[in-house]
């Protein structure tokens, strides 16, 4: 049974950092592509981060330059560590796996300014 489960998110000051990491498990995860997405109230989810199995990465034209997306395959876990935080990164971050389909239940963030 395929499970991914998001920690890290909180309440930020602008300008501050945060790291997301997504536990997976029920499947081959080191050969595996994994994603970030994000939902703000209102508005439509949106591709944050992904990275391949091998490490190549792919970044959301908004987050480029602060946020960066890692995996751990002996951990099955994947991190997003999120710097330069603005009050417009406030959402709701998914992680996904699109080989299966699969969501995991989200992590809030929320960014004051």
């Known amino acids: 049974q395929v499970r991914l489960v998001e920690s890290g998110g909180g309440l930020v000051q602008a300008g501050g950092s945060l790291r997301l990491s997504c536990a997976a498990s029920?499947?081959?995860?080191?050969?595996?592509?994994m994603a970030w997405y994000r939902q703000a109230p209102g508005k439509q989810r949106e591709l944050v981060a992904d990275?391949?199995?091998?490490?190549?990465?792919n970044y959301g034209d908004s987050v480029k330059g602060r946020f960066t997306i890692s995996r751990d395959n002996a951990k099955n876990t994947i991190y997003l560590q999120m710097n330069s935080l603005k009050p417009e990164d406030t959402a709701v971050y998914y992680c996904?796996?699109?080989?299966?389909?699969?969501w995991g239940q989200g992590t809030q963030v929320t960014v004051s300014s």
């Open positions: 996904y796996t699109p080989r299966f389909g699969y």
């Open positions: 029920g499947f081959a995860f080191a050969t595996n592509f």
């Open positions: 990275i391949t199995g091998g490490g190549n990465t």
